[in-house]
């Protein structure tokens, strides 16, 4: 997949990746495997990128691999870096509407872009 440049005032995709990696290694894995993102999961929509994130075992060939097992994906929003977390209780679409309208509050770390 393409990645996009970051915008005049936004991130890039380094960037976002990044800062999610950052608020991962904060999470107390289940297990003796650290949290990793499955990068062959992250979407790229017009607004963010969406990173799903599992311990190293939950990866495919290992197990039938999941983007939302035992966690939420990531939303970063590309003009400035804002993370939100994707519950499944949530519907798709509602959280896609939610982090375009600005109606959901900023979660986690951000790391400013360079």
Request: one cysteine or more; glycine letters at 8%; proline letters at 8%.
């Amino acid at each position: 997949m393409t990645r996009s440049p970051a915008t005049q005032s936004g991130v890039d995709y380094a960037t976002a990746r990044a800062q999610v990696a950052a608020f991962i290694a904060t999470v107390k894995p289940p297990g003796k495997h650290p949290w990793e993102i499955h990068d062959e999961s992250t979407k790229e929509l017009d607004g963010f990128w969406v990173f799903s994130w599992a311990v190293r075992s939950d990866f495919w060939p290992k197990r039938g691999y999941a983007p939302t097992v035992g966690n939420s994906p990531i939303a970063v929003r590309k003009s400035d870096g804002a993370m939100f977390m994707y519950h499944i209780l949530c519907p798709w679409d509602e959280f896609v509407k939610r982090v375009e309208s600005g109606d959901l509050h900023p979660y986690g770390c951000r790391i400013e872009a360079q």
